[in-house]
T-cell receptor, first 108, second 112 residues
Framework: DAKTTQPPSMDCAEGRAANLPCNHS???????VYWYRQIHSQGPQYIIH???NNETNEMASLIITEDRKSSTLILPHATLRDTAVYYC?????????FGTGTSLTVIP | EAEVAQSPRYKITEKSQAVAFWCDPI?????LYWYRQILGQGLELLVQ????????DSQLPKDRFSAERLKGVDSTLKIQPAELGDSAMYLC??????????FGEGSWLTVV
């Protein structure tokens, strides 16, 4: 599975869009990009995943570059409850490797 | 919505004692995972089951940790004897076929 690189922390103003980047330059053609988040003291929560095309669900949007070497998770209108650690993962069906992720703080 | 169930939610035990955690995955999920997360750190995979078989336990400290999934459904993770460094959150997760995994709320262990 591809190694991913994320900034350790980010801030976002409440009500604004939060754009969380992820670099996965070594991703292989059949690896999906998954995003999870972990709110303090809870288990990680699945957000979204994609392979090549951009994806959107009720929680977020996932934008994957055409070369698939990076992606961005977009929370369109961040709320205080979105404060969490966000993990970007490259996955082919084996182990899910959770790195240290990005700690997002939504500021009132 | 189906969830991964874990118990106990919190456990305090003295070092050298035995402790066990239980997990009931989402119905129909053949793959089950146990992760450990020390406070402030990332998730470490301890063991992965496919049905009742262990697929990966390379990071499981086998001198004191054991895991079983006898009937391929629920699973138990045991630590004996517990050490101070075992204080962490133990997370169970499951997936249908190695794809999207869903986590339980975790079991917090404090060893004193």
């Amino acid at each position: 599975d591809a190694k991913t690189t994320q900034p350790p922390s980010m801030d976002c103003a409440e009500g604004r869009a939060a754009n969380l980047p992820c670099n996965h330059s070594t991703i292989s053609g059949n690896e999906y990009v998954y995003w999870y988040r972990q709110i303090h003291s809870q288990g990680p929560q699945y957000i979204i995943h994609g392979l090549k095309n951009n994806e959107t669900n009720e929680m977020a949007s996932l934008i994957i570059t055409e070369d698939r070497k990076s992606s961005t998770l977009i929370l369109p209108h961040a709320t205080l409850r979105d404060t969490a650690v966000y993990y970007c993962i490259g996955h082919t069906g084996n182990q899910f490797y959770f790195g240290t992720g990005t700690s997002l703080t939504v500021i009132p | 919505e189906a969830e991964v169930a874990q118990s106990p939610r919190y456990k305090i035990t003295e070092k050298s004692q035995a402790v066990a955690f239980w997990c009931d995955p989402i119905s129909g999920h053949a793959t089950l995972y146990w992760y450990r997360q020390i406070l402030g750190q990332g998730l470490e995979l301890l063991v992965q089951f496919q049905d009742e078989s262990v697929v990966d336990d390379s990071q499981l400290p086998k001198d004191r940790f054991s895991a079983e999934r006898l009937k391929g459904v629920d699973s138990t993770l045991k630590i004996q004897p517990a050490e101070l460094g075992d204080s962490a959150m133990y997370l169970c997760a499951s997936s249908f076929s190695g794809n999207t995994i869903y986590f339980g709320e975790g079991s917090w262990l404090t060893v004193v």
